[in-house]
């Protein structure tokens, strides 16, 4: 069983304990990924958002597990998303499992292109703490990452500036205008 990793951040520079079985490749699923969570270290984060027109070409690794509850566990461990959230924050695609609806429809036509059996990624929901769920507008993301300091604001630079340079979205190029913070990827 062949099982994919979709990826658009800190998973592709930071990849820790995923076990993947390849390297990084850059023509991933279209996908509607934005800069729109923040996260408990502070992090403004790449997440879906299903409800923008916007996509990006996401990348993607194989991973070395053939067994799809392995590969759950695997990213889960990578994430530190417990068990019990597994079903929500974990998306998953096979045939027999498609647990995020319309964004699980260009990840089924693009698996089956790539021959996979199975695909995994990070579905954790957009939003600031209080607001889980609700996609902030980019002003809101701006003036976030403008009012942080110290170490928060040195991951929140660190992580936007080390996004994949092709995950290319309005709320990235409003940051680069705003901060100064462009791509250190290539």
Same mark, same amino acid.
């Given at each position: 069983?062949?099982?994919?990793?979709?990826? &658009?951040?800190? *998973?592709?520079?930071?990849?820790? =304990?995923?076990?993947?079985?390849?390297? &990084?490749?850059?023509?991933?699923?279209?996908?509607?990924? %934005?800069?729109?969570?923040?996260?408990? =270290?502070?992090?403004? +984060?790449?997440?879906?958002?299903? %409800?923008?027109?916007?996509?990006?070409? +996401?990348?993607?690794?194989?991973?070395?597990?053939?067994? *799809?509850?392995?590969?759950?566990?695997?990213?889960?461990?990578?994430?530190?998303?417990?068990? %019990? =959230?597994? $079903?929500?924050?974990?998306?998953? &695609?096979?045939? %027999?499992?498609?647990?995020?609806?319309?964004?699980?429809?260009?990840?089924?036509?693009?698996?089956?292109?790539?021959?996979?059996?199975?695909?995994? &990624? +990070?579905?954790? $929901?957009?939003?600031? $703490?209080?607001?889980?769920?609700?996609?902030?507008?980019?002003?809101?993301?701006?003036? /976030?990452?403008?009012?942080?300091?110290?170490?928060?604001?040195?991951?929140?630079?660190? /992580?936007?500036?080390?996004?994949?340079?092709?995950?290319?979205?309005? /709320?990235?190029?409003?940051?680069?205008?705003?901060?100064?913070?462009?791509? *250190?990827?290539?």
């Amino acid at each position: 069983m062949r099982i994919g990793c979709i990826g &658009w951040g800190f *998973l592709i520079w930071d990849p820790r =304990n995923l076990q993947v079985a390849s390297a &990084w490749s850059s023509d991933g699923p279209r996908l509607p990924v %934005e800069f729109a969570r923040q996260a408990d =270290n502070g992090r403004i +984060t790449l997440v879906l958002v299903p %409800e923008t027109d916007h996509r990006v070409t +996401t990348l993607w690794a194989e991973l070395r597990h053939n067994d *799809l509850e392995a590969a759950i566990q695997n990213i889960d461990r990578r994430e530190g998303i417990p068990p %019990e =959230n597994w $079903p929500s924050l974990i998306g998953v &695609w096979s045939p %027999e499992h498609d647990s995020q609806g319309d964004v699980s429809g260009s990840i089924c036509d693009w698996a089956r292109q790539k021959d996979f059996n199975a695909v995994v &990624w +990070t579905a954790l $929901p957009p939003g600031f $703490p209080n607001q889980v769920g609700h996609v902030p507008s980019g002003t809101e993301v701006i003036e /976030y990452l403008a009012s942080t300091s110290g170490n928060t604001r040195t991951l929140c630079e660190e /992580y936007i500036r080390k996004a994949p340079k092709q995950t290319d979205t309005p /709320y990235r190029r409003a940051i680069e205008q705003a901060l100064g913070w462009v791509p *250190l990827s290539s």
